[in-house]
C-alpha cells in the first residue's frame, strides 16, 4: 500500500508556480474595513529568545467578519440563508468568469454592473455556466490602501459618503438566474457606494450565493479558463469571514 502511494504521488506533475495568482490583500494595519466595523488589529503576545535562548513566537489579532478580502455568507443579507459554515465546500472551488467593466468605472466612480455588460460577455464568450465564480473587475484595486480614494471616505463610521463601483440589482438578479455558485469583485461591497438599499446583496442572499469583496489582481486573470479557490475562515454561524483566495491560470 505504501509503495503504491510513494508511486502515485511520484508520478503526479508538480503545479506549475506561475499558472497560480494570488487574488488576497494581506491582512495589516492597511487593510480597509467598512466605517462601522472594527478594524484588522494584531499584536505581539510573545517574540523572542526565552531564558534558555530558544525561539518562540506568538500573536493575536481581531477584527470584524467583514473587513479586507473576505466572503460574505448569504446569511449576510438573507434571514435564514446560509452562514459560513454551512456553504458546500464544492462551492469554494469553480471555473472564474472575468467581466471587466473598468473602462465604465473611469468615467463614473458609482458605476454598478448592468445586465449589458453580463450579455456583451456572453455575447463573446458564451453563456455564463452554472456553478461558475464570477468576477467583476472595476479597476477599483488601485486604490488600495487609501481609504479616503478607495472608500470616498476616511472618518470612522461615516457611511453617507461613500462612493465606489458595485453592481446593479437587475444584475444579480441575472447572475442568480444563471446558478452561479459567487460572485466578486474588487472593491468594498457588491453595491455601489451610495446604495442605502443593498438590492445587490439582497438579490445575491436570496440565491444562496455568496459573495468575495476586496479582491486583489483581477487584471492577471482572463475572461475564462481560470479556476477559483476560495477559502474562508470556518466560522460557526458566521456571516462572513477572512478569505485566502487563489487563482490557477489555463
Sequence with gaps: MLI???AAAAATPAIDETKLVDLTHAFDDKAIYWPTAKPFTWE??????????DWYT???YSASEHGGTHLDAPIHFGEGKQTIDQIPVDKFVGPAVVIDVSEAVAKNRDYSLA????TAWEAKHGQIPAASIVLVRTGWEKYWGD?????GTAEPGDTAN????????EAAVLLGERKVDAIG????SLDHGPSKDFAAHRAFAAANVYGL??????DRLPPVGATLIALPMKIKGGTGGPTRILAILP
Design 213 to 218: 469583496e476586496n479582491v486583489a489582481n483581477l
Design 147 to 151: 481609504k479616503l480614494a478607495y472608500l
Design 162 to 169: 461613500l462612493h465606489f463601483p458595485g453592481i446593479s440589482k
Design 4 to 6: 503504491a502511494f510513494l
Design 185 to 188: 469583485l474588487d472593491t468594498p
Design 115 to 118: 445586465p449589458s455588460d453580463i
Design 58 to 60: 506568538a500573536a493575536r
Design 44 to 53: 505581539k503576545e510573545s517574540w523572542g529568545r526565552n531564558a534558555q535562548g
